[in-house]
């Protein structure tokens, strides 16, 4: 069997039953399954990526990801993730823009650039112009509030824990992004600079801007720099500026991602944690370093 499908269900949910395991298998002609986690996650062998028709009908609307990969080749030595809506939970932008009485229509802009229908670079200057002034205290406020996602603890540390090299790389902010690296154990984080003085933000952000080809680059640099081909990468982010590494990467998953993100990424989760991504590499529930 040359390829794995891997199934993934929330862990709180435990929707993955021995019943749905056995139809999918039925339905791509796999192998035996191995559970990977009892009621969360299952790889079946099979022999080519399954027919996305055919495994849509088999999982008949379950709230369960389904991701293909090579047999061979699956753990990755490295993983580059967005940090927005995908490491933590919310848009920081957005919620630091609540403070300054704009959270909806800064939050609108975000929406048009995430989805890829606005320039991600001029729509973050258009953004940060618009809180001019604003108090330093609207960033420790948002920093207060701000929640990893499920599973973002173990991802990272059971890949460090593997010898993998973890990069936190962000379109938002360094402010932000240092505070996440350390938080959940990245080595690495990239984000653009938000300029400000000693008590309020300049309106301004350092150029140039990390955007989607930057983002593209740092994955390139950092495998090189490891010395690893491309197909031993791992991307997961779920906006339109990420779109580029999670095409290149050996897996790139779009994680709750915008329409335009899933639909041109090669694998999607749209309802387990990010327990899911080290599933997909073949991890089980033994291998992974908890929270």
Excluded at 79 to 99: C, F, G, P, Q, R
Excluded at 244 to 256: I, K, S
């Amino acid at each position: 069997m040359t390829h794995v499908l891997t199934l993934v269900a929330d862990r709180t949910a435990t929707t993955l039953s021995d019943a749905v395991i056995a139809r999918v298998r039925e339905a791509v002609e796999g192998g035996p399954p191995a559970i990977l986690s009892p009621r969360e996650a299952a790889d079946i062998p099979c022999r080519a990526v399954p027919d996305a028709a055919r495994l849509e009908a088999a999982l008949e609307g379950a709230p369960i990801d389904a991701i293909a990969t090579r047999a061979r080749g699956r753990r990755k030595g490295l993983l580059v993730a967005d940090m927005d809506s995908t490491i933590v939970t919310t848009e920081t932008l957005d919620e630091i823009a609540a403070y300054a009485g704009l959270k909806d229509r800064i939050a609108a802009i975000t929406r048009l650039s995430m989805n890829g229908e606005i320039d991600f670079a001029e729509a973050l200057r258009q953004r940060v112009a618009m809180l001019k002034g604003l108090n330093l205290d609207a960033l420790e406020k948002t920093w207060a509030q701000t929640k990893l996602m499920p599973g973002a603890k173990e991802l990272v540390a059971t890949m460090r824990a593997h010898n993998a090299t973890t990069a936190l790389v962000s379109g938002g902010f360094t402010w932000f992004t240092g505070r996440v690296a350390a938080l959940v154990g990245f080595d690495i984080h990239r984000a653009n600079v938000l300029l400000h003085d000693d008590s309020a933000l300049t309106g301004e952000v350092a150029e140039p801007i990390l955007d989607r080809e930057a983002k593209l680059a740092t994955l390139r640099e950092l495998a090189e720099a490891r010395g690893l081909k491309l197909s031993a990468t791992l991307a997961v982010g779920d906006g339109a500026n990420d779109l580029a590494m999670l095409q290149e990467a050996g897996l790139g998953v779009a994680f709750r991602a915008k329409p335009i993100v899933a639909a041109a990424a090669r694998a999607r989760v749209n309802h387990a944690t990010l327990r899911a991504l080290l599933f997909a590499q073949g991890y089980a529930l033994t291998d992974i370093v908890d929270e």
